[in-house]
């Protein structure tokens, strides 16, 4: 297993190419994951929505949003960025233990919220295409590392990506089917 940072797998500092809407068949095998993944044959934001708005539009990520919003995060992925996220979805937050959501959307609990969500982004745009074939690691905003597994099925830690290459105007999402813990022996960000 080989590591690497993100700026030797491509990050570029480029405004996002903005596309029309568009979903396609969802592949129904790995070999197809795989190649949509690194096509990015995936749905994109319309121009100018920025990582934030994209989700809100897109309406998967309701409870991640409440949670950016919670944590007071929204300023952040609004702004310049890039950013890349590994979005969880709706579904991915419901997957959580009972009350633990409840919990982390608590004021007292606010440290560990942010340090959940940041977990999920990686500074600078990182599209599928340069993640390919690849096993590596990349530093979350968090401050641990990311594994990412771009084989068979696209891992990122123990959640996969069902979705690549949404681009924002700050940055790109790619959505993944669970939400990602920090290793307990990660700092929290201050």
């Known amino acids: 297993m080989s590591t690497s940072s993100i ?3 491509g990050r570029t500092r480029h405004r996002a190419h903005h596309c029309r809407n568009f979903t396609p068949a969802q592949p129904t095998d790995s070999a197809a994951s795989v190649r949509d993944f690194v096509s990015g044959a995936y749905t994109h934001a319309q121009a100018g929505d920025n990582i934030v708005d994209t989700a809100v539009k897109a309406g998967s990520f309701k409870t991640l949003v409440v949670a950016l919003k919670a944590a007071d995060l929204v300023d952040t992925l609004k702004g ?5 996220v590994f979005a969880p979805t709706d579904e991915a937050f419901a997957k959580l233990p009972k009350g633990m959501l409840d919990s982390l959307l608590k004021p ?5 919220l942010v340090s959940i969500l940041t977990y999920h982004v990686v500074d600078g745009k990182v599209m ?3 993640l390919a074939g690849k096993t590596t690691k990349a530093k979350s905003l968090q401050g641990a590392e990311i594994s990412i597994v771009a084989a068979k099925d696209v891992k990122v830690d123990k959640g996969k990506v069902t979705k690549a290459d949404i681009e924002a105007s700050n940055g790109v999402i790619h959505v993944i089917d669970t939400v990602l813990t920090p290793p307990a022996s990660a700092k929290n960000p201050s």
């Open 80 to 84: 310049t960025g890039p950013f890349t």
């Open 7 to 9: 700026p030797a797998l």
């Open 108 to 112: 007292e609990n606010k440290a560990q």
């Open 128 to 130: 599928s295409k340069s």
